[in-house]
């Protein structure tokens, strides 16, 4: 909002292009409104992997923005939220919602990291899987 609307569509659009490029062919990044995205993520083998995925995702936002009009690069962090299905349910809703309580968990522990579910009240034995990012300036 600091740089206008224009700036910030085109940052937007810059942070879907960097997610979408480090995504594979058959996952969705979706722009759910403001500044937040969702990321669907089939058939991922381990927890091992969707950290590697939060991991990537992450660095792949964190890379400084260049607006054009001549502006100075903006540094951009990112909270992401991880929900797993079937695990925690198949209720799409359900579960970007337990994806939105793990993001808030991440950002209250720091700006660019990622969270499981579980660490936004759920218990232990669940293991996440949708990854949903949302962009913090």
């Given at each position: 909002?600091?740089?206008?609307?224009?700036?910030?569509d085109?940052?937007?659009?810059e942070?879907?292009?960097?997610?979408?490029?480090?995504?594979?062919?058959?996952?969705?990044?979706?722009?759910?409104?403001?500044?937040?995205?969702?990321?669907?993520?089939?058939?991922?083998?381990?927890?091992?992997?969707?950290?590697?995925?939060?991991?990537?995702?992450?660095?792949?936002v964190?890379?400084?923005?260049?607006?054009?009009?001549?502006?100075?690069?903006?540094?951009?962090?990112?909270?992401?939220?991880?929900?797993?299905?079937?695990?925690?349910g198949?209720?799409?809703?359900r579960?970007?919602?337990?994806?939105?309580?793990?993001?808030?968990?991440?950002?209250?522990?720091?700006?660019?990291?990622?969270?499981?579910?579980?660490?936004?009240?759920?218990?232990?034995?669940?293991?996440?899987?949708?990854?949903?990012?949302?962009?913090?300036?």
């Amino acid at each position: 909002d600091r740089y206008g609307h224009e700036v910030g569509d085109a940052m937007l659009r810059e942070i879907a292009a960097r997610l979408t490029r480090v995504m594979r062919p058959q996952d969705t990044v979706a722009r759910r409104g403001g500044d937040e995205f969702a990321v669907l993520v089939p058939d991922v083998g381990s927890v091992t992997e969707v950290e590697r995925i939060a991991t990537r995702l992450l660095q792949a936002v964190e890379q400084p923005l260049v607006p054009t009009q001549g502006r100075p690069a903006l540094a951009v962090s990112a909270s992401i939220g991880i929900a797993l299905a079937p695990e925690q349910g198949r209720d799409l809703e359900r579960l970007l919602q337990l994806a939105d309580l793990a993001m808030y968990d991440a950002k209250l522990k720091g700006k660019n990291r990622f969270a499981f579910a579980q660490g936004a009240g759920l218990p232990s034995n669940v293991t996440p899987l949708v990854p949903r990012v949302s962009r913090t300036s």
